[in-house]
C-alpha cells in the first residue's frame, strides 16, 4: 500500500482517479438518460399554440393537445405543457400548465416575465412526458394595442375601436386592415354585432352604431366586447367594457309569486299540500296491506305452533 | 292447510287433485324452450344496442331538436296503456261481482307488472344521461306532469305487485304443500312466499279485506297513471296534443289494448298448456263482447280527437291533421283506425268472430294497432311546431327511427314477455284454490245461501 502513495505511483493514482471520475459521471449519465428515457412516452401529439390579450393587460397563453386515434384528432387531458419566451437568450421558461378535459393547458403570463417588446416568440412545449414524445410548437406574434371608446353623438351610441400596432422602434402606428369582431355579451354565448367583422381603417378605426333595443340587467348594464380573432400577425385581442346602454330588465315579480309556471322552490302551495296529502293517503293504505301481509305470516306461525 | 286438506279429501277430492295438477307450473316444453331463447335473444340485441347508445350518447338515435320524443316514448306510452289491464281486470270486474273474471285475473296482473317495468326502464333508456337519472327525484319540481308521472308509476308498480302476490298467496301454500318433484329452491320459495298460510279464517279475513281494499284503491291509481301520461303532452301547446280530454282519450285507449293483450294471452296459454276447460269459448266470448265495448268508447274518443279538429283545420293543426289524413303518415294512420279499431269491432259484433282462434288474430291487430297508434300520436305534432322550422338540416325535419332504436325497442317489448313467460313458469297462471273452489257444487250452494 504504501508504494502505492509513492512518488513514483503518483501519477498512476491521479490517472486511476481520473478515470474512475470519469467513468462513474459516465455511469450517471447513461443511468440519467435511460431513466428519461423510460420517462419519455412514444405516442405523438400535436400542439396548437394560441395568444390571447386581454384589455390590454392580461397575456394568455393556451396550447391545445390532441393527438391521433383511429385516424381522427382527439383531445388529450393531463398533458405537462412547458412554455417559454425565444425571444430572449436562453429561452426564458414562462411556467407550465396541465391541459384540462378539453385539451388546453393555460397560461397567464405573470406580468414580471415578461418585458414589453415589439414582438414575442412564445414555445409551447411536451417534454419528458411519460405517454408522448417530446414535441414543441412555436407562435410569434406582434405587440399591439386593442383600445374601445364608448360615445353618444345625436342620441347615438357609438363604439368606436383603435387597433395600433408597433413599428420597428417599437413606437405604436395605427393597424390598417384588420378585422375586429364586435359582441355583446348574452347569457349563452356572445351576440355578434354587426353579423360579420369590421376592418379598421387607415387610422386603425373602426366605428359602429351600438343598437338601442338590447335589453341589459337590471341597471340597463351591458358587457361590451371587441375581439380580433386567430390574426397571424397579432394572435388574439379582447377588449371589454360595462356600459349602461342596456333596457333595463324588468323582472315580473310574478316569476318570484307561487304559480305553477315557477322554479321549484316556488310551487304553489295547494300543489304541494294535494300531492303531498294524496300520497300519504295511498301510501299509508299500502303500508297498511303490507302490515296485514306481516299479519298473515304471524297468524300463520301461531297456527303451526 | 286446513282448507287444502278438507278439499283434498272430500267427496270432491279427484276433481280438486286434477284442477291442481293440470295448474301447476311446470317445465318448459321444447316450444317454451325456443320462445325463451328466441326472446333472450333479442332482448340481449336491444341491450347491446343500448350500451351502444350509453356509450355514444342519443346521437345514434333519429332524435334531433325537433324531434325530441321518439319511439322509446310511444313504446313508454305503449307499455303504460297495457299495464292498465291489470286494474280492469283485477279491480273493475272483481268489484262488478263478474264471476268469470276468475282464470284471467292473474294474467292480466302478469301483464300488468311486466309492461310497468318496462314502462320505468323505457324512460330510462329516453334519457342521453342515465347516469343523471337520480336528478329527476332529487330535483323535482312538483309542477310538472313528468314528477307526477315518476310518482304514479312506483305507486301502479306497488299496488299492482300487492294485487298479483296477495291473491296467490293460498296457491303457493297448495303447491308448498302438495307439489310433488319440483326442484329444491322452488320448495323454498313457495314455503317462504306462502307466509304460512293454512287457511286461518283469520288469515282469509285479513286476505279478502287486503284484496278488497286494492282492488278499490288501484282504480283511480290506474286511471291517474294514464291520465298523466295524457298530460305529458296535453300540457304542451302543440297540434294533435292540445286537447281538453286527452285523459280519458288515453285510457279508453288503454283499456283497449289492455283488453287485447289479455285475449292474445288466454288464446297461447289455452293452445300450450290444454287449458281449454279451464279458458273456455265462453271467458273468449265474454271478453270480446268487453273488447267491443272498449273499442266503441275508444272510436268515440277517436271521432272526437280528429274530426272535431279536422272540421275547422286552424293554422298549424290543419297541417298535422293534413299530414295523418293524407300525407307522409296517412297509410300509416288509416291502417291503425281501419285494422286496429274498425276490424276488430266488426268481426267480434258476430258470434263466428268471438271464437278463439278468430279472436286471437283480433287481439293481435289490436296490441299491434296499438303500439303504432302510439308512435301517431308522439311523432308527427313533434314535425309541425307553432314556430316554424328555419334554416335547420334536413334531418332535423323529419324522424325517421334508427337500426338502434329499433332494436332496442324490440328489446324492450321482449324483455317484458319474457317477464310473463318467467311469471308464468314460476307461479299458477290460473288461480288454484279460486278455480277448484268454484268448481265444487258445495261452493256455490254456500254463496247462494
Not at chain 2, 246 to 272: D, E, H, L, T, W
Amino acid at each position: 500500500m504504501k508504494h502505492l502513495f509513492s512518488k513514483k505511483n503518483k501519477n498512476t493514482g491521479q490517472l486511476i482517479q481520473s478515470w474512475l471520475v470519469f467513468a462513474l459521471a459516465l455511469v450517471a449519465q447513461l443511468s440519467h438518460s435511460s431513466y428519461a428515457n423510460a420517462q419519455t412516452g412514444t405516442g405523438e401529439a400535436s400542439i396548437k399554440l394560441t395568444y390571447t390579450e386581454s384589455n390590454n393587460r392580461h397575456k394568455i397563453l393556451t396550447a391545445t393537445v390532441k393527438t391521433k386515434i383511429d385516424d381522427s384528432d382527439q383531445l388529450v387531458k393531463g398533458v405537462s405543457i412547458h412554455f417559454y419566451n425565444k425571444s430572449i437568450k436562453p429561452d426564458q421558461l414562462l411556467g407550465s400548465a396541465i391541459s384540462n378535459e378539453k385539451g388546453e393547458a393555460v397560461l397567464v403570463i405573470p406580468d414580471k416575465k415578461l418585458s414589453l417588446d415589439t414582438a414575442y416568440t412564445f414555445i409551447g412545449a411536451i417534454e419528458q412526458d411519460k405517454q408522448f414524445a417530446n414535441v414543441q410548437e412555436t407562435l410569434k406574434v406582434a405587440e399591439a394595442d386593442l383600445v374601445m371608446t364608448l360615445k353618444t353623438e345625436d342620441s347615438t351610441h357609438q363604439v368606436v375601436i383603435t387597433m395600433q400596432g408597433t413599428d420597428k422602434k417599437g413606437k405604436l402606428v395605427p393597424a390598417a386592415d384588420v378585422e375586429v369582431n364586435l359582441y355583446v355579451q348574452r347569457l349563452f354565448g356572445l351576440l355578434p354585432l354587426p353579423d360579420n367583422p369590421e376592418t379598421t381603417d387607415e387610422n386603425g378605426e373602426i366605428t359602429v352604431d351600438f343598437p338601442r333595443d338590447l335589453p341589459g340587467d337590471a341597471d340597463g348594464n351591458l358587457i361590451i366586447v371587441a375581439r380580433v380573432e386567430e390574426n397571424d400577425r397579432y394572435g388574439n385581442l379582447e377588449f371589454r367594457r360595462k356600459m349602461n346602454w342596456g333596457i333595463p330588465l324588468l323582472i315580473d315579480p310574478r316569476l318570484h309569486s307561487r304559480e305553477l309556471w315557477s322554479s321549484r322552490a316556488n310551487a304553489p302551495i295547494y300543489l304541494i299540500v294535494l300531492v303531498n296529502t294524496i300520497l300519504i293517503c295511498i301510501w299509508g293504505v299500502i303500508a297498511y296491506i303490507v302490515y296485514e301481509v306481516f299479519l298473515i305470516k304471524k297468524i300463520g306461525k301461531q297456527g303451526s305452533r | 292447510m286446513e282448507m287444502n286438506k278438507a278439499t283434498f279429501s272430500g267427496p270432491f277430492a279427484a276433481q280438486a287433485e286434477v284442477i291442481r295438477t293440470d295448474l301447476m307450473p311446470k317445465p318448459f316444453g321444447l316450444s317454451g324452450k325456443i320462445w325463451v331463447v328466441v326472446l333472450s335473444i333479442i332482448f340481449l340485441i336491444g341491450f347491446f344496442f343500448y350500451t351502444k347508445q350509453v356509450r355514444h350518447g342519443l346521437g345514434i338515435t333519429a332524435m334531433r331538436d325537433y324531434s325530441t320524443w321518439g319511439i322509446y316514448i310511444a313504446n313508454f306510452v305503449f307499455f303504460v296503456a297495457i299495464s292498465l289491464v291489470g286494474s280492469l281486470i283485477s279491480a273493475i270486474l272483481k268489484l262488478s261481482g263478474v264471476r268469470w273474471r276468475t282464470p284471467l285475473t292473474r294474467i292480466s296482473e302478469m301483464i300488468a307488472i311486466s309492461s310497468i317495468i318496462f314502462a320505468a326502464l323505457v324512460i330510462i333508456v329516453d334519457m342521453g344521461r342515465p347516469d343523471r337519472f337520480m336528478n329527476v327525484i332529487i330535483h323535482a319540481r312538483i309542477q310538472s306532469p313528468i314528477t307526477w308521472d315518476v310518482i304514479v308509476i312506483t305507486t301502479y308498480l306497488a299496488i299492482s305487485t300487492l294485487l298479483f302476490y296477495l291473491p296467490l298467496i293460498p296457491d303457493l301454500a297448495l303447491y308448498r304443500d302438495h307439489a310433488k318433484g319440483i326442484p329444491v329452491w322452488q320448495q323454498k320459495m313457495y314455503k317462504f312466499l306462502a307466509l304460512g298460510w293454512n287457511s286461518h279464517p283469520a288469515q282469509q279475513a285479513i286476505l279478502d279485506r287486503a284484496e278488497r281494499i286494492l282492488a278499490i284503491l288501484i282504480i283511480p291509481v290506474a286511471f291517474g297513471i294514464h291520465t298523466v301520461t295524457s298530460w305529458l303532452f296535453a300540457t304542451t301547446l302543440r297540434p294533435g296534443w292540445d286537447s281538453n280530454d286527452f285523459g280519458p282519450y288515453f285510457v279508453s285507449g288503454a283499456f283497449m289494448v289492455g283488453a287485447g293483450a289479455v285475449i292474445a294471452a288466454m288464446y297461447i296459454f289455452r293452445i300450450n298448456k290444454h287449458w281449454g276447460k279451464y279458458l273456455t269459448d265462453k271467458h273468449f266470448d265474454f271478453m270480446a263482447k268487453l273488447l267491443v265495448l272498449l273499442s266503441l268508447v275508444y272510436l268515440y274518443f277517436n271521432i272526437n280527437e280528429y274530426f272535431i279538429p279536422a272540421y275547422k283545420m286552424k293554422g298549424q293543426e290543419a297541417a298535422h291533421l293534413n299530414e295523418l289524413f293524407y300525407g307522409r303518415y296517412a297509410p300509416l294512420f288509416w291502417t291503425v283506425q281501419v285494422f286496429g279499431m274498425i276490424i276488430p269491432i266488426i268481426v267480434l259484433l258476430f258470434r263466428s268472430g268471438r271464437k278463439p282462434f278468430p279472436m286471437f288474430l283480433v287481439s293481435i291487430m289490436v296490441v299491434v294497432g296499438a303500439w303504432f297508434k302510439r308512435f301517431l300520436i308522439v311523432i308527427p305534432t313533434l314535425g309541425h311546431p307553432y314556430i316554424p322550422m328555419d334554416r335547420v338540416p334536413e334531418s332535423w325535419r323529419h324522424y325517421s327511427p334508427t337500426f338502434e332504436e329499433w332494436c332496442i325497442t324490440a328489446g324492450t317489448l321482449a324483455g317484458a314477455l319474457l317477464i310473463i313467460t318467467l311469471l308464468a313458469r314460476l307461479f299458477p297462471v290460473i288461480p288454484v284454490v279460486e278455480t277448484i273452489e268454484e268448481a265444487n257444487p258445495n261452493h256455490h250452494e254456500t254463496e247462494m245461501s
